[in-house]
Nanobody
């Protein structure tokens, strides 16, 4: 199983940017789907973005579409999330997650959240007005 460690969380002002990174203990190509989720205590966890590691196809939650960009660096075994034009509602604990090694199917993080078996510890993002 893959080990995931997120980093990059910070406190920023609205309108600012952050880049989150997720370091994987093994090649990210060993899992078909990788994604970023976020959760605010007391609220439902939500998918942010996902990537099909084989072809690099990406999907985004409507709430972040056009502002966030998920990407992978296979050479560094990292998954990244560039967050631009951040809003206070983006304040959350952000988690990197990976599905199992079975290839095929969909990766949409909310619709197929059950596929994500491996999780990082989370990194806190706080956006102030």
């Amino acid at each position: 199983q893959v080990q995931l460690v997120e980093s990059g969380g910070d406190s920023v002002q609205a309108g600012g940017s952050l880049r989150l990174s997720c370091a994987a203990s093994e090649s990210i190509s060993r899992t078909y789907c990788m994604a970023w989720f976020r959760q605010i205590p007391g609220r439902e966890r939500e998918g942010v973005a996902a990537i099909y590691t084989d072809v690099g196809l990406t999907v985004y939650a409507d709430s972040v579409k056009g502002r966030f960009t998920i990407s992978q660096d296979k050479g560094k075994n990292t998954l990244n999330l560039l967050m631009n034009n951040m809003e206070p509602l983006d304040t959350a604990m952000y988690y990197c997650a990976a599905a199992d090694g079975t290839y095929g199917g969909r990766c949409d993080p909310d619709q197929f959240s059950f596929k994500y078996k491996f999780w990082g510890q989370g990194t806190q993002v706080t956006v102030s007005a």
